[in-house]
C-alpha cells in the first residue's frame, strides 16, 4: 500500500504574512502598537484560539481589546484572513501524489478564520482524504493529541506515513511515533525527497 502523506498547511503549502493583517488592523484602531505583526501572528491569543479554547467571536473581543480595534467582526475576519500566498511548486507535488494514488491529508494548527478563507480561495485545498485542525481536536502540534487524532483519521501509523511539516519540534514528535517525518526547508529539496518514495 502507498503511504498516507500528511501535509502541514502554512509554510508548507501556503505561505503567509500577518503584517499584512497588521496594517489593515492598525488602520482601524485606537492603539497603535509596535510588532502587530508579531502579536497577530503569534500571541498568546491566537494560541488559545488555534487550541479551540475561544469562539471566533471571543477572539474578536480580546483581539479588539488588545489592539483598540474600531471596525466590525466581517472587517476584522477579512483584514485577518487574508495573509496567504499558496506555493506553486508544493501544491504541484500534492497534484501529482494525488494522481499517483496517494491518499493526502492536511495537520495544521490553524483556526476556522484560516480554514474559511483557504477553503473559499484556494481550490487545491478541496482535494484531501482528510483534515485535522488544531482548533478542531482541541491541542495543538506538537502535543501527541493531535497526531494521534491523524492516525485514528487516516488508518495508518509508523512508516505508513509521510509527514511534511516546517517546524522542527512538529517533525520530532512525528519521528517519536515512527513516523517518515520530512523537515520542510524548501519545496526543491521535499519534492526530490517525496519523489523518490513514489
Ligand atoms: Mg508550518
Redesign the pocket.
Known sequence: MKPAIVF?????LVDFDYSIAARKVAAQSTKQLDNLHHSLGSSEILARFESGRLTRRQFFTEMSAFTGFTGTIEEFVSGFADIFVPITPMIELHAKLRQHGCQTYIF??TNDIAVEHIRRNFPFFANFNGYIYSYEVGAMKPHSKIYEAMEKLCGRNGKEIVYL???PE?IAAGMERGWNAIL?ESPAQTLATVEKLL
Open positions: 502541514d498547511l502554512g509554510k508548507v495544521s494548527n511539516d516546517d517546524r512538529n520542510h
